[in-house]
């Protein structure tokens, strides 16, 4: 039998990223969710927030991944969703996910979903992110890598 094909990030090349709000400090812009570095992040000083993705071209994205940054687990992402598009304004929900956690630092995890058609614009749109101890969600949203993968 033939080996599977290897998913290829296309954040990769040519790849431009656009956050929600422009209010991320010095080294912590957009920028740095796509640098393949976990060391570096993307801080925004909102508790909900979007990350637009800009491919070199229309890929059929059906698996992404999401890696924890180096501080604070309540800023991290709980609730969001990814959506395609090919003009940037209308979208189409992908990937909807509630709920979910990084217990630790610098956690990579990959989710799968279905999808057919190809797109030139990913959205990421973090709805809620883990609340503090005290229950009260927090006032920053935070995520090292975003990695959007296909088998083209």
């Known amino acids: ?63 992404y991944t999401i890696t924890s940054a180096n501080d604070w687990a309540e800023r991290d992402p709980k609730d969001w969703v990814l959506a395609g598009s090919n003009n940037g304004s209308t979208w189409t929900t992908l990937d909807t996910r509630t709920n979910e956690d990084f217990p630790t630092r610098y956690l990579k995890r990959e989710f799968s979903f279905s999808n057919s058609n190809s797109y030139l614009y990913y959205r990421l749109d973090m709805t809620h992110n883990a609340p503090d101890g005290a229950g009260s969600p927090p006032e920053k949203l935070q995520v090292a890598e975003v990695q959007l993968l296909d088998l083209n």
Do not use: H, M
Not at 25 to 42: F, L, M, R, V, Y
């Open 1 to 63: 039998p033939s080996p599977s094909p290897t998913p290829l990030d296309r954040t990769d090349s040519g790849c431009t990223v656009t956050a929600e709000y422009s209010d991320s400090p010095p080294n912590e812009g957009p920028d740095k969710i796509i640098d393949n570095s976990a060391s570096t992040k993307w801080l925004t000083f909102n508790a909900n927030a979007w990350i637009r993705f800009q491919l070199s071209g229309a890929y059929n994205i059906t698996k």
